[in-house]
């Protein structure tokens, strides 16, 4: 074998093996999109199409009959079923009614019904309206947005600060910030709702709100490895020619940090976007202000024996997220991978 064509077969074996990773990644995805759409008779069903379909059915006379796959004569025909019995029934063609009945011996529960494609896009239109989705909708944006620009706003400044500037105990400071990654978000869950029970802030949006304009560990950690990436050169450049420090930060650092900005508005974006318990907390009185996690949860719990209304749900649930992923994938992925890289 020759080189060349060894390394064709190790391309293609790579391709196959990357293209059962996305495969098998994408499945429950695939699977929650697929049963989203399914009806409630599919559902209850018990070997039941992977596709949403609906069992096929004929109408004669005014009647409507279910159609069967019969085996008759070798081959397996699709006919309805016209008159029950429990040694024979009778059946009817479909495509020709006018032959008249056919008598099929044996018990026609053992026949498999034909199904047709069906997919149910009421299923949507059913929760949009069954979890008033508009209103769940808006809180969780205005929650996000919000708290996405807290989180910039403020993390950018202190890992600018940590970045640039030369103080004492910086270095412990720094630590102590990275320390409280490690912190338990259930040791602090009782003093923070105290505190904010006595201030009056719970049954609001301040206690989701206002601790993003304080800086998080992880995000200060990112923002800060990043600019530490852009050469100091460029800012001495800056202060020649009569910037400040803040100057700095807004016409220097922040426009060759995006990709790395990016990294961190999606993340505290999505993390808000998908956060059930702090809601659930603070807001548990107070459904009116409740965003989509806590609104579906209760919703999963009225209509626990639809599980194509609860996928249809979470599907619409997801959507902005996975939209945004895709929208910014490249220079995401370009502000993680740059920030483990220190000049």
Request: glycine residues 6%; proline residues 8%; aromatic residues 12%.
């Amino acid at each position: 074998m020759t080189p060349y064509a060894a390394r064709r077969i190790r391309t293609a074996l790579m391709t196959i093996v990357m293209f059962g990773i996305v495969v098998a990644f994408l499945s429950p995805l695939v699977q929650m999109t697929l049963s989203s759409l399914k009806s409630e008779r599919q559902v209850s069903q018990a070997h039941a199409p992977l596709l949403p379909s609906d069992p096929r059915t004929f109408t004669h006379e005014g009647r409507q009959y279910d159609v069967y796959r019969v085996p008759l004569d070798g081959t397996v025909r699709e006919l309805a079923l016209v008159k029950k019995g429990r040694a024979e029934s009778e059946f009817l063609d479909p495509a020709a009614p006018e032959r008249g009945t056919v008598v099929w011996r044996g018990s026609w529960r053992t026949l498999k019904p034909s199904w047709v494609l069906a997919p149910q896009w009421s299923n949507y239109a059913a929760v949009w309206r069954l979890i008033d989705f508009p209103r769940l909708l808006l809180n969780t944006i205005t929650l996000a947005v919000i708290s996405t620009i807290g989180t910039v706003l403020s993390c950018t400044l202190v890992a600018y600060g940590f970045a640039r500037f030369r103080f004492p105990g910086r270095g412990p400071l720094f630590t102590l910030l990275i320390a409280t990654i490690f912190l338990p978000t259930a040791v602090t869950l009782i003093p923070t709702y105290t505190i904010f029970v006595q201030i009056g802030w719970v049954g609001t949006w301040l206690p989701l709100l206002v601790p993003t304009f304080f800086a998080n560990a992880y995000s200060v950690f990112l923002l800060r490895q990043y600019f530490l990436t852009i050469p100091r050169e460029m800012d001495e450049a800056a202060s020649i020619d009569g910037a400040g420090p803040l100057r700095t930060l807004r016409s220097v650092i922040v426009p060759q940090a995006w990709p790395a900005i990016t990294a961190v508005i999606l993340f505290n974006f999505v993390y808000t976007w998908n956060d059930y318990f702090t809601p659930l907390v603070y807001l548990s009185g107070r459904p009116e202000l409740q965003p989509l996690q806590v609104g579906l949860a209760a919703f999963n719990g009225l209509y626990s024996t639809k599980p194509a209304y609860i996928q249809a749900g979470a599907m619409m649930t997801i959507a902005v997220p996975v939209i945004l992923f895709i929208c910014f994938q490249r220079t995401f992925v370009r502000g993680i991978m740059s920030t483990g890289v220190e000049k």
